[in-house]
C-alpha cells in the first residue's frame, strides 16, 4: 500500500516525499479544468523552487477512452520522466498510475487490459504520487486503471499499479462543483456499500467500509449544498479514502458491472452511472444480503431496532434513493434520455463483466441484468424472484 497523508493541508508532504523519490524531471498529469483554476500552480511552485523540473499534460478526458492512455504513455515514454503526480479526479490519476508503470514496460495500453490483454506488467515503473481533488473514486489507493472502450469499459489492474505516495487533502476539493461533488460522493458511497455485501468482505474491510457509509451520507448533501464547507468536505475526504480502502480489498460487484456498459455506450459520468444504478441493484439482490443492508440502514443515521431484518433491507434501498435524489442526480435511465431498445446491449455488455460480477452476493445472469437495468428504466425497484 502507499505512503498516505490524509487531512486538511496535508498537500504540504509533496515536497519532502518527491525528494524522498529522488525526482528530477517530474510528469503532472491533471485536467484542463484545474489548469484553468489555478490548481496546478499549487503542485508546480513548490517543486519548481527545488530546481527541479515539471511538464503539465492536461490532455484528460472524463472516462478516458483507450487512445487517450496511449497518447499519455507514448509521451511518458518519450520524455524520461522519473516521477508522474496525478491530480485531479479518477480519469486523472488512473492515467497517471498507467504512465508510471507503463513508460518502462514494452507494447501497447491495449496489451495489458483485463478482458483482451495478452501481456502482464512485470514492474512497478517509475514512482508515482496521487493527489485526488474529488472525494469519490478512491483511485489513490487501489491498483486499477479504467479505459472507456467503444461500448463498455475495461480496465488494467495489477498491484504495480499502486502509487507510491497518496496525499488526501480535502481543502483541495472545495471548488469542485455541486454536480461533480454529488457524483463522486455517490461513486464513493457506492464503493463502500458494495464492498460491504461482497463475496469477499471480512471484518476489517467491513469496518472501513461502514464508517466510510456514516462519514458520506452524513455529509453529501451538506457538500453539495455548501462547498465551502469545511466539515463536510474532510469528511467527504476520508470517507472517499476509507471505500477506497474496503473496496481495494473486498471489490465491488453489480452496480459497477451494469455502470460500465452504461458509461461506454452513452458517456454517462461513472459516477452518475453508479448513482442511478445503486437502488435497483441493492433492490434486486436485497434477499442475498438482508442483514448486511440492515447495517448499511443504520450506519445512513437511521435507527432500525424496531424492524425486522427485512423490514429494514427495504427501507435501505428506498433511502439510497431518496439520497440520490437528494443530491439532484436522476433516479430512473429515462432521465439521462436512455432508450428502452438499449437495455438488450446494455444487458449484452454488462453480463461480459465477469471478474466484477463474482463478487455479488447473488449470482446476476443475462436475465437478471436485463430486469435491473429495465426496473432502472421504468425507476421502480424489482427483486429477484424466487421459485
Known sequence: MPISYTGWDSLEHLVSEAERLKASNILIVTDPF?????????????????????????????????????????????????????????????LAKLAGVLATHEGNVADYLNLTGNRTLTHKGIPKILIPTTSGTGSEVTNISVLSLESTKD?????????????VDPALTTSLPPKVTAATGIDALTHAIEAYVSNNANPVTDGLALQAIRLISGSIRTAVADGENKEARTNMSYGSYLAGLSFFNAGVAGVHALAYPLGGQFHISH??????????????????????????????????????????????????????????????LKGFDIPEEALDSLADDGVKQKRILGRSPMPLLRDDIFAIYHAAYLGKVVEKETV
Open 34 to 94: 484545474l489548469e484553468d483554476l489555478g490548481m496546478t500552480k499549487k503542485i508546480v511552485e513548490p517543486l519548481e523552487a527545488q530546481g527541479w523540473t515539471t511538464s503539465v499534460y492536461t490532455e484528460v478526458v472524463p472516462e478516458p477512452p483507450l487512445a487517450v492512455g496511449e497518447k499519455l504513455v507514448a509521451f511518458t515514454r518519450e520524455n524520461k520522466f522519473d516521477l508522474v503526480i496525478g491530480l485531479g479526479g479518477g480519469s486523472a490519476l488512473d
Open 155 to 167: 480496465v488494467v489492474t495489477h498491484d504495480y499499479l499502486l502509487p507510491d505516495v497518496a496525499i
Open 271 to 332: 459516477g452518475e452511472s453508479n448513482a442511478v444504478l445503486l437502488p435497483y441493484v441493492m433492490g434486486y439482490i436485497r434477499q442475498s444480503c438482508e442483514k448486511r443492508m440492515k447495517d448499511i440502514l443504520e450506519a445512513m443515521g437511521f435507527n432500525s431496532t424496531q424492524l425486522s431484518q427485512e423490514e429494514a433491507s427495504y427501507k435501505c434501498v428506498e433511502e439510497l434513493k431518496n439520497l440520490v435524489a437528494d443530491v439532484n442526480i436522476p433516479v430512473s
